[in-house]
């Protein structure tokens, strides 16, 4: 069985810095596309990163670039968030997600395997 299990989410003034941490167990996916997601209070889940098998490739929703950063340790089979200069309008369930293809996906039926989510939230 697969899992992803998320750890790193709190509670973070803004402008402050939190990063998330994703490990998979049950499958690697050195080989494969890892992304994060987020779901704002009464809102959808949306696109925030997502990340290639060598960190060659990254991509980011618009109103995290430049602020939010993602990376992966294949060797660990986990995933990264690097999340600054944080804003209210970040505060949301952020979700780790494996996918798998192999290039940059950013649609949540292109990834096939979902963490159980952690809370982030940032006051002002």
């Known amino acids: 069985q697969v899992r992803l299990v998320e750890s790193g989410g709190g509670l973070v003034q803004a402008g402050g810095s939190l990063r998330l941490s994703c490990t998979a167990y049950?499958?690697?996916?050195?080989?494969?596309?890892m992304g994060w997601f987020r779901q704002p209070p009464g809102s959808g889940r949306v696109f925030v990163a997502a990340?290639?098998?060598?960190?060659?490739?990254?991509y980011y929703e618009d109103s995290v670039k430049g602020r939010f950063t993602i990376s992966r340790d294949n060797a660990k089979n986990t995933v990264y968030l690097q999340m600054n200069s944080l804003k209210p309008e970040d505060t949301a369930v952020y979700y780790c997600?494996?996918?798998?293809?192999?290039?940059?996906?950013?649609?949540?039926?292109?990834?096939?395997?979902w963490g159980q989510g952690t809370q982030v939230t940032v006051s002002s």
């Open positions: 997600a494996g996918s798998r293809y192999t290039d940059c996906r950013q649609y949540e039926y292109e990834y096939h395997y």
């Open positions: 990340i290639r098998r060598r960190n060659v490739n990254a």
């Open positions: 049950g499958r690697n996916f050195s080989s494969n596309t």
